[in-house]
Nanobody, 117 residues
Framework: QVQLVESGGGLVQPGGSLRLSCTVS????????MGWYRQAPGKQRELVAT???????NYGDSVKGRFTISRDNAKNMVNLQMISLEPEDTAVYYC???????????WGQGTQVTVSS
């Protein structure tokens, strides 16, 4: 059972920045993919960013150019740097991983990000 623990959420003003972190219980180098999804009230969960074991990165269209995903292999951690935040970025952000391509996903408990003046 892979465990994921997110941190770094909070309240920020429009145009501000936040950094989310996710610590994983497994050796990050053994995981096929890690990343972030988000879910706003009344909306479906959507892709934010993912990064694979071979460093292939994918971003959701709404965050391209503003968010940056990275991995810290020494700390078994994946980070999400968010800049130029907009009210539309308000959501619960979930850390995500799969050990293998076609295996079940694992999710963290989520961390709230609120962008408001």
């Amino acid at each position: 059972q892979v465990q994921l623990v997110e941190s770094g959420g909070g309240l920020v003003q429009p145009g501000g920045s936040l950094r989310l972190s996710c610590t994983v219980s497994e050796n990050i180098l053994s995981l096929y993919i890690m990343g972030w999804y988000r879910q706003a009230p009344g909306k479906q969960r959507e892709l934010v960013a993912t990064i694979t074991s071979d460093q292939s990165i994918n971003y959701g269209d709404s965050v391209k150019g503003r968010f940056t995903i990275s991995r810290d292999n020494a700390k078994n951690m994946v980070n999400l740097q968010m800049i130029s935040l907009e009210p539309e970025d308000t959501a619960v952000y979930y850390c995500y991983t799969r050990q293998r391509l076609f295996e079940r996903p694992y999710w963290g408990q989520g961390t709230q990000v609120t962008v408001s003046s």
